[in-house]
C-alpha cells in the first residue's frame, strides 16, 4: 500500500493554479499510489475527505543527454475536488 512518501509535490503551474480557483488541487505521486491509498492519505494526514478524484499516468519522455538516450521518470497525476472552503495551501509535502 502506498504512504505519504509517494506523494512527490502539489503542482503549481499556471494550469494548476486556475484549477485552485474552483476548488481542484492536482498533486503528483509516484506510479504505485491508487486513488483510494490518496483518500486514505488525504484523510489521515490532512484531514480532509475528497469530494471526487480524478488520475491520470504520465510516462516519462525519452531524451537525449550528451549523445546517450535516458527516460525521465514516470507518475501520475491526481485532480482532487476538495470540499468548498477547503484548501491544503499551508501544508507541504
Known amino acids: 500500500m502506498a504512504d505519504i512518501t509517494d506523494i512527490k509535490t502539489i503542482l503549481y503551474t499556471e494550469k494548476s493554479l486556475n484549477l485552485q480557483e474552483k476548488g481542484i488541487v492536482v498533486i503528483q505521486t509516484s506510479p504505485k ?3 483510494t491509498s490518496l483518500k486514505a ?4 494526514y490532512f484531514g480532509v475527505t475528497p469530494k471526487s478524484i480524478n488520475s491520470l499516468r504520465m510516462d516519462g519522455k525519452v531524451k537525449r543527454f550528451r549523445g546517450r538516450l535516458g527516460q525521465r521518470n514516470d507518475y501520475k497525476k491526481f485532480y482532487v475536488k ?3 472552503g477547503v484548501s491544503l495551501e499551508n501544508t507541504e509535502v
Open 33 to 35: 499510489m491508487t486513488k
Open 41 to 44: 492519505i488525504l484523510k489521515e
Open 82 to 84: 476538495l470540499p468548498d
